[in-house]
C-alpha cells in the first residue's frame, strides 16, 4: 500500500524554514517530511502552497512571509536570485559564510566523521564582481540576439546587462560584443531547433593585467563578418588581446566545443597570481575568483610545509598554477592534467617564471598516478585539486602505495571530499587539522576547501 505523506499537492500550510539544502533551498520539516522552498531563509515563518509531494521530500512554494530572517537582504535584482548566477544573493555574506562552514561539518557528521574539526570560512571583503570569467549564453529575445542567463534547473533565458558577481569590465564587453553581432545580423542559437549562430559569448580578464580574452562559441564553422567583427570587437575594446572562435556543433549543454581559431590578437591572456604569471588559453581551467585563489593557493603551499629537497605531485594541475607555487619550496614538481592545451600552458608557465624543476604530463590523473608509483617516484606530497566528482578509489590507492608523508587535498565539492577522507582512511591516511573552508564563489552555494591528509604509521 502507498504510504501517504504528511501533506499533498496544493496543500496550504504554514511552516518555519529551518535550513537550506546545498542547492540554497529553504527546508522546512513536516513531522519530519522535508518541504524544500526556493528563496526561503532559515528561521523565517513561511505560509506555504505545496507544488509537488513524492514519497520522500516535496516542494512547495512561499506565498506570504509571515517573518523575514534578520540575515535577509535586499536584493537589487530578482533575476539573480532566480538564475544560477547568485542564488544566495539575498542572504547577508557573514550567514553565507556560516552556511558553508555548516554544509562541511553535516556531511562530516553524516558519514560518523563528527570528531573532525572546520575551521571558519575564509571569505571577501567585497564579495562582489569577483568573477574573472563569464560564459553567457546568447539567444534571440524580443527579435534580437541578446545575452543573459537560466533561470535556475531550466532553459528559460532572462536578459541580463548586470550580473554582479563578475568582473564589471567583463559586463561591460559583454554589452559590447552583444551590439557588434547585433549590428552584423549574427543570429543567436536557437536551442529547440538547433539553429542559428552564436551559442554563449565567454569573456575572460586578467585580474592583474587587465587583458581581455572574447570567445564567440558558434554553432557553425562559418561566421559571417568574422574578420570585421573581430577587428570591431578590438576597435571598441583596446583591452581586448584575444579574440577567437570556438566552434560546438552538438546538441548538448557543454558549452566549449572541441576546436577553437584565432580570429584576432593571440591565443591567451596573461594574468599574475601570487607574483607568479601564467599564460591562460581559451580551453584551460583557471580558477574565477582571483583574490581568494591567491588565499588558497598560499594556504595550501603552507600546509605543504616544503624545506626545498622534496619531491612533490600536483594531480589535476591545469596550467599548473599549484605547481609553479609549489616548485619554488621542492627540488622537483610533477604535475598531471587532462586537457592537452592545459599542459602546454603549463610547461609555457614553467619557463616564463624561470622555473626548471617542473615535469609536466597529459593524461588521467588516475592512470599516471598509477604509472608514477609503478616506476617507484617517491613524494613527499601530493597535492590533489580534483573536479567535482573527486578522487577514484584507484588514484587513492595509486598515491598511497607512493607513500607521501602528506595529501593536501583542495575541493571544489565537499561530498566527494568527505568520501575521499573515508577512502584514504582505508589506506592509513588522516586528518589532523581542521578542514578550511575558503569561499571562492560568493553569493553561490559553491563550498571550496583545503584538508591535509597525514600517513598515520602502518
Ligand atoms: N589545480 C588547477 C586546476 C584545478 S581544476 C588550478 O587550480 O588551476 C581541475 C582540473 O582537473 C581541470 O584542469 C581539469 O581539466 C582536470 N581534470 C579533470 N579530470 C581529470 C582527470 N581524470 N585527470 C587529470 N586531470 C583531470
Redesign the pocket.
Known amino acids: 500500500m502507498k504510504k501517504k505523506t504528511p501533506v499533498t499537492k496544493n496543500d496550504e500550510l504554514t511552516a518555519t524554514i529551518t535550513d537550506l539544502t546545498y542547492q540554497g533551498m529553504g527546508v522546512a520539516k513536516i513531522d519530519g517530511y522535508p518541504l524544500f522552498v526556493a528563496g526561503a531563509l532559515p528561521g523565517e515563518q513561511v505560509k506555504l502552497h505545496v507544488l509537488k509531494a513524492d514519497k520522500k521530500y516535496g516542494f512547495a512554494k512561499a506565498v506570504e512571509y509571515l517573518t523575514t530572517s534578520p540575515e535577509r537582504v535586499a536584493v537589487g535584482k530578482k533575476e539573480l536570485v532566480q538564475t544560477g548566477i547568485a542564488p544566495l544573493q539575498h542572504w547577508a555574506y557573514p550567514a553565507q559564510l556560516k552556511y558553508k562552514r555548516k554544509l562541511v561539518v553535516d556531511l562530516l557528521q553524516k558519514a560518523h566523521l563528527s570528531h573532525l574539526e572546520v575551521a571558519q570560512t575564509v571569505g571577501m571583503d567585497e564579495p562582489r564582481h569577483y568573477r574573472n570569467k563569464a560564459q553567457v549564453p546568447a539567444r534571440e529575445y524580443q527579435g534580437q540576439l541578446t545575452t543573459g542567463f537560466f533561470r535556475r534547473g531550466s532553459h528559460n533565458f532572462i536578459q541580463l546587462e548586470d550580473y554582479e558577481i563578475q568582473d564589471p569590465r567583463i559586463d561591460e564587453v559583454i554589452l559590447a560584443v552583444r551590439d557588434i553581432l547585433r549590428e552584423f545580423n549574427v543570429p543567436a542559437y536557437n536551442e529547440e531547433k538547433h539553429t542559428g549562430v552564436i551559442r554563449n559569448v565567454m569573456v575572460r580578464r586578467g585580474h592583474y593585467s587587465g587583458e581581455v580574452m572574447v570567445v564567440l562559441i558558434t554553432r557553425t564553422k562559418k561566421l559571417k563578418g568574422a574578420a570585421e567583427i573581430s577587428a570591431k570587437i578590438q576597435e571598441q575594446c583596446p583591452d581586448v588581446v584575444s579574440v577567437q572562435q570556438n566552434i560546438n556543433p552538438d546538441q548538448t549543454n557543454v558549452i566549449l566545443g572541441k576546436t577553437t581559431k584565432v580570429m584576432r590578437g593571440r591565443n591567451y591572456i596573461q594574468d599574475q597570481l601570487n607574483g607568479l604569471t601564467f599564460n591562460i588559453s581559451a580551453q584551460?581551467?583557471?580558477?574565477v575568483n582571483p583574490v581568494q585563489?591567491e588565499k588558497l593557493?598560499a594556504r595550501a603551499v603552507e600546509l605543504a610545509d616544503l624545506h626545498g629537497d622534496e619531491t612533490v605531485i600536483?594531480?589535476?594541475?591545469?596550467?599548473g598554477?599549484?605547481s609553479l607555487s609549489l616548485a619554488k619550496a621542492a627540488k622537483k614538481v610533477y604535475g598531471?592534467?587532462?586537457?592537452p592545451q592545459?599542459i602546454e600552458d603549463a610547461k609555457e608557465n614553467a619557463r616564463l617564471n624561470k622555473l626548471d624543476n617542473l615535469h609536466f604530463e597529459v593524461?588521467?590523473?588516475?592512470e599516471?598516478m598509477k604509472k608514477w608509483a609503478d616506476n617507484g617516484i617517491k613524494p613527499a606530497v601530493i597535492v590533489v585539486?580534483?573536479?567535482r566528482k573527486g578522487l577514484t578509489a584507484d588514484f587513492i590507492e595509486a598515491a598511497a602505495k607512493t607513500a607521501p608523508q602528506k595529501i593536501v587535498y583542495?575541493s571544489?565539492n565537499p561530498a566527494t571530499l568527505v568520501r575521499d577522507i573515508e577512502r584514504f582512511g582505508e589506506q592509513g591516511y588522516s586528518v589532523k587539522r581542521p578542514l578550511e573552508p575558503f569561499d571562492q564563489f560568493p553569493q553561490t552555494t559553491h563550498v571550496e576547501s583545503v584538508t591535509v591528509l597525514e600517513r598515520t604509521e602502518k
Open positions: 584551460s581551467f583557471y580558477q585563489t593557493y600536483d594531480a589535476y594541475c591545469g596550467i598554477t599549484i598531471v592534467e587532462i586537457v592545459a593524461g588521467t590523473a588516475e599516471t585539486d580534483p573536479p583542495v571544489c
